[in-house]
């Protein structure tokens, strides 16, 4: 168990989850992980397919009871929601224009009208989708539906953003123009973010931490720094050298949990 | 002739593509023309045989009148206002039986489809009393109701509630589990949830319940109006058999049928426009 050495937080602990364990009948599918994830981090969970990264993301966002331990997010500032959920695969309401899908969230927790209205316009532009705010999904390409999505969790103005491989559905062309994306809307206001992907090349683009879990059951098998600077360019970090090292090291980390989840 | 026909010749041989796409096409809208022709001919030519075999007797005009007798007594019908009475009449009463019976299935249905505890208690009572025949609970009803409106109206309301319940039970169980994930995600209470995620993810199939329920309503309008009642077109078929009308039953008839036809091209378009998010729509 390698764990980086780091300094005491400078920053409050936003997320902290403790000794956490998940069973589903026979399966345990979390065991006992601790993790305190730092306000303003962007914090990615790698592991291969299977290892609970999933449950432990739909825990944080109350989709799923512990078994053992707590997960808890700290408490929003009044009037502020705590987290939003960006999910796997098609999840935005086939029923509702873009426009009202970005606003659910808004009008879930009964925002004013003229609140609502300023922060979907705002996120519309962001995410590209203004022309297309009249348009059912079945309209739109499956990376405008994820942007769909990216814009509701967004509108809603979280303190935590909880994603849950969000884009792993997409083509990869697609794939890393959102990657671009989400760094570009991200840098402005810089929320805590979990992550969950199973794609080493994606958590490094992306994330200050990964921790790597390990195949079933999933435990923390350890947390690595990125220290690559901000902004940063999605397809500049593929020429990086210190990128090519850091996706090689946690190459080594997962190997073994690959090789270990096929058996 | 020569002349034009080398020079058709010609067109092909320098523009063979477009052509081709053009002679497609025509092929197309003729097909769609002849069988829209068609489709109007089928129950024209079914008249005019009817017509022509009861003028020359082959047929026993007491029990099949021509039809252009038919239309000669809707027309005179129509002009009394004795038609537009019974059909009016015959009409509250479905929409009355609808509203009666379909908002309290698609209320119910779709709490059946979100509660599992509610499931499970109401839908043995469903499966239970669904199967028996509409039209055997008349007696039952008239003891009830009585001789007066309601008893028509709850004919319709019984008839459309199971199709619209059952319906939008499966509409709401055929749901996308991530759809309600994403409402719990963003706190959506249970009014919210049934308003944003439920109904709206069940309507297609509420839809569907609604146009089997739209069926039954004519069929159950007709047999309750045929027994208890003393208005309203059921009610104009039974008398008109009683007293040996043979012409007016039929005006009863064709007016059923249209009345039927009429729902059903309303309710399309109802559907058309209430589910304009389907990819298919």
């Known amino acids: ?263 | 002739m020569t002349a034009h026909e080398s020079a058709t010749g010609k067109a092909k041989s320098s523009a063979p593509e477009t052509e081709l796409i053009d002679i497609g096409e025509q092929a197309r809208l003729s097909t769609r023309r002849r069988e829209r022709i068609m489709s109007f001919a089928s129950p024209l030519g079914l008249l005019l045989v009817w017509e022509i075999t009861g003028r020359l007797g082959f047929i026993d005009i007491r029990f099949f009148p021509a039809p252009s007798r038919i239309i000669g007594m809707m027309i005179e019908m129509l002009m009394s206002g004795e038609l537009i009475e019974h059909v009016l009449i015959s009409l509250q009463r479905i929409l009355l039986g609808f509203i009666l019976g379909g908002i309290p299935a698609i209320v119910i249905g779709i709490i059946m489809g979100i509660s599992r505890p509610v499931r499970a208690l109401v839908d043995p009572l469903i499966v239970a009393t669904y199967p028996i025949p509409k039209s055997a609970i008349l007696p039952f009803i008239l003891l009830i109701f009585g001789l007066g409106e309601m008893s028509k109206v709850v004919m319709v309301a019984i008839g459309v509630f199971f199709p619209v319940a059952i319906n939008a039970t499966a509409g709401v169980l055929q749901i996308a589990p991530i759809y309600l994930d994403v409402g719990r995600s963003f706190k959506a209470g249970r009014w919210d949830t049934f308003r944003t995620i439920a109904l709206p993810g069940a309507l297609p199939f509420i839809m569907t319940g609604i146009k089997l329920g739209a069926g039954l309503a004519l069929i159950l309008i007709a047999v309750a109006e045929m027994v208890g009642a003393k208005s309203g077109l059921g009610y104009m078929i039974w008398s008109a058999w009683e007293t040996f009308a043979v012409a007016k039953m039929y005006v009863g008839l064709f007016t059923i049928a249209l009345i039927g036809f009429g729902i059903s091209i309303l309710l399309r378009e109802v559907e058309r426009l209430i589910i304009r998010w389907k990819a298919d729509a």
């Open chain 1, 1 to 263: 168990m390698s764990v980086a050495a780091h300094p005491a937080p400078q920053r409050p602990i936003k997320i902290r989850i403790n000794h956490l364990t998940k069973r589903f009948r026979n399966l345990v599918a979390v065991d006992d992980v601790s993790i305190d994830i730092e306000e303003g981090t962007f914090f990615a969970i790698v592991g291969p397919s299977g290892c609970g990264k999933t449950t432990l993301l739909r825990i944080l966002g109350g989709l799923e009871t512990v078994t053992s331990g707590e997960a808890t997010i700290a408490d929003p500032a009044p009037g502020r929601p705590q987290y939003s959920i960006i999910f796997q695969g098609d999840s935005i309401f086939p029923w509702m224009t873009v426009w009202d899908n970005s606003a659910y969230g808004l009008r879930m927790r009964k925002a004013p009208k003229a609140e609502i209205e300023a922060a979907v316009a705002h996120w519309l532009e962001r995410t590209g989708l203004t022309r297309y705010a009249k348009l059912y999904p079945h309209q739109l390409s499956g990376g405008m539906r994820q942007r769909v999505s990216i814009a509701r969790a967004f509108a809603n103005d979280p303190e935590v953003l909880l994603m849950d491989e969000p884009f792993s559905a997409l083509d990869e062309q697609n794939r890393t123009i959102l990657q671009q994306e989400l760094l570009r809307i991200w840098e402005v206001d810089k929320k805590t973010v979990v992550f969950i992907t199973h794609s080493v090349d994606e958590a490094v683009t992306l994330a200050d931490k990964i921790m790597v879990m390990t195949a079933s059951p999933g435990r923390a098998k350890c947390i690595i720094d990125v220290t690559l600077e901000r902004p940063r360019n999605v397809l500049e970090l593929r020429n990086d050298p210190r990128y090519g090292r850091i996706v090689y090291g946690i190459w080594g980390h997962l190997k073994d949990e690959v090789e270990r989840a096929r058996l």
